[in-house]
């Protein structure tokens, strides 16, 4: 069975930092990239953070680039989430996902995703 399951959510005040961190169980995680997600009431899923074997270095939208780093483990099985500088538009639930590795997997839209967690809320106050 596969599993995705997030932990590190919480209330932070803006400025605050947070870590994600997704254990994931059941696939052969190498040949997967690993990304986060997050979303509001009323809002698509959105991306924030993709890693794959052919951009290790990370890929994230210009909304959280330069404070939200992802990195993985490949012999734990684990992905993370370092958020840094965190605002109140940052507050939403933040979903762990892989995707079959493939060209351009990091584009893929959420739609695309094999495997979910269940979510972890994090919350800023201003």
């Known amino acids: 069975e596969v599993q995705l399951v997030e932990s590190g959510g919480g209330l932070v005040q803006a400025g605050g930092s947070l870590r994600l961190s997704c254990q994931v169980f059941g696939i052969t995680f190498d040949d997967y990239a690993v990304g986060w997600f997050r979303q509001t009431p009323g809002k698509e899923r959105e991306a924030v953070s993709c890693m794959s074997g052919s951009d290790p270095s990370g890929s994230y939208p210009d909304s959280v680039k330069g404070r939200f780093t992802i990195s993985r483990d490949n012999a734990g099985n684990m992905v993370y989430l370092q958020m840094n500088e965190l605002q109140p538009d940052d507050t939403a639930v933040y979903y762990c996902?892989?995707?079959?590795?493939?060209?351009?997997?990091?584009?893929?839209?959420?739609?695309?995703?094999?495997?979910w967690g269940q979510g972890t809320q994090v919350t800023v106050s201003s």
């Open positions: 996902a892989a995707i079959f590795e493939a060209p351009l997997s990091c584009v893929a839209g959420a739609l695309y995703w094999d495997y």
